[in-house]
């Protein structure tokens, strides 16, 4: 009696929303593992690197909380903790309200408008050594032409601007201002645009003068967009560092630097003490953690 073959199996489709999950990966994938390997594992080697000593030759050692203890008694740090703070509160408030106010004046239907706009939204772009350089020129306590205009008004006591200890901050912060207020103006341009015109309109026909509609017509509609420069410009504020860097270099002093600045000192220059420096890193990230985290508390009871 003969046997029947066996039949071979055959092997099921795959199904197509299977398929798409798997292609959708493929996408995600190169991007996901270079967050991986960039960003996700160093920040996690950071964390468990600021509770221990290493200098990056000898082998590392845990120390607990001692560099977090350390950091109380360190006054080059309490001085960089304050002059972020400082810095921040002063350039976030005047790059918002500079911003704002150049895209409303640059919103309006006059001649050269988009030359305009360009020349605001340059400083943005060029290069920041050149602007730098070009800046400290510009201030400079002996030939620079603000002194001496202010020389040619009367004015006595000329400041140092940078080489200054009581105006070096001040130097910075104009500069900060003066560079990054373009392209924040962009923003504001863009949420201007989308602003109702229909309810500027009605309340010019009931009587409201410009300021009036502007307050309470057209900021209340760029709430969304302030937000989102506040929260852009306070991250950026609390990491600065190429700014202090090129201008005043943390000086004279102590009286510019800044946490940034001072992490790259304690990491890169000198003895390195990497342990030390990603202490300094974790104040910092929770520091503008808990900065965020008020502003998307105090947004979101606006909304309420």
């Known amino acids: 009696m003969a046997t029947k073959p066996v039949a071979k199996s055959e092997k099921k489709p795959m199904k197509k929303e299977t398929r798409n999950t798997l292609i959708a990966y493929s996408f995600i994938a190169p991007n996901f593992i270079g967050f991986c390997v960039f960003t996700l594992v160093p920040m996690a080697f950071a964390i468990a690197l600021a509770f221990c000593s290493w200098d990056g030759v000898n082998a590392i050692e845990f120390v607990g909380f001692q560099n977090f203890i350390d950091l109380v008694t360190d006054s080059t740090f309490l001085a960089a903790f304050k002059n972020t703070i400082v810095y921040s509160v002063a350039v976030v408030p005047l790059t918002l309200v500079c911003a704002l106010g150049l895209a409303v004046l ?8 988009n030359f305009f706009r360009t020349v605001a939204f340059f400083p943005y772009v060029a290069s920041l050594v050149a602007v ?26 000329l400041p140092r601007w940078a080489a200054g200890k009581e105006t070096a901050m001040l130097t910075v912060i104009l500069f900060s201002v003066w560079k990054n207020m373009g392209y924040y103006m962009v923003m504001y341009l863009a949420g201007l645009q989308g602003t109702n015109p229909e309810l500027e309109e009605a309340a010019e026909l009931d009587g409201a003068n410009r300021w009036q509609v502007f307050w309470h017509i057209t900021l209340p509609q760029l709430r969304p967009t302030t937000f989102l420069v506040i929260i852009t410009l306070t991250i950026a504020s609390f990491k600065v560092y190429d700014q202090m860097y090129m201008i005043t270099q943390g000086g004279p002093g102590n009286a510019t630097i800044t946490l940034v600045y001072y992490i790259y000192n304690v990491a890169f220059v000198n003895t390195p003490k990497y342990g030390y420096a990603s202490a300094v890193a974790m104040v910092l990230f929770v520091l503008v953690l808990i900065v965020t985290i008020i502003q998307f508390r105090g947004s979101s009871n606006d909304d309420n």
């Open 106 to 113: 640059l919103n309006q239907p006059i001649k050269g408008r």
């Open 132 to 157: 730098a350089a070009v800046w400290n020129m510009i201030f400079s306590p002996s030939m620079g032409p603000v002194n001496m205009i202010l020389s040619a008004l009367g004015v006595e006591n």
